[in-house]
């Protein structure tokens, strides 16, 4: 089973981020640990703080991989271009979030990505992205 893990802008700054909200792990930290626990799955990881190249990586893997997990931070809530992009792959997308968007401000309620979705998970913080992985397993 072939999985990515799709991360947007300011998720590399994850560790040092916000601490509070996002946590103290670092995603690189927390990705081998992903690996070593499920590692029976392909995982593959990548992140970009550019939409293009999150559109790009979308493409790239959207006809051949099994699940994508993506956290589009905040191009989750303003990118009718990722939307757009879910829409035309055959992969099917989870939506995930470190925090309760929902418990947030109010921008971070709309998602042009959960139209697109198979799912969301939203507030388990990293471990969004391992409810996810198990969902698709
Ligand atoms: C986030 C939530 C977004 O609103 C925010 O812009 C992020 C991270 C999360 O994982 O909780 O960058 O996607």
Redo the contacts with the bound molecule.
């Keep these: 089973m072939k999985i990515l893990i799709l991360n ?4 590399n700054l994850l560790g040092k981020r916000e601490p509070a ?2 946590g103290i792990l670092t995603f690189e930290q927390f990705f081998e640990s992903l690996k070593k626990k499920y590692a029976d799955v392909e995982l593959h990881y990548f992140q970009s703080n550019v939409e293009g190249e999150i559109i790009n990586k979308l493409h790239e893997v959207g006809f051949s991989f099994d699940g994508i997990i993506l ?4 191009y ?2 303003t990118s009718i271009a990722i939307g757009d992009a879910i829409k035309g792959i055959e992969t099917p997308v989870i939506e ?4 309760n ?1 929902y418990a ?1 401000e109010e921008f ?1 309620h709309v998602s042009y990505i959960a139209p697109n979705a198979k799912g969301i998970i ?1 507030g388990f913080g990293l471990q ?1 992205y391992e409810l996810a992985l198990e969902s698709f397993i």
């Design positions: 947007g802008p300011n998720l909200i996002y956290n589009a931070g905040a989750t809530h995930v979030h470190i925090s968007v947030r971070r939203a969004s």
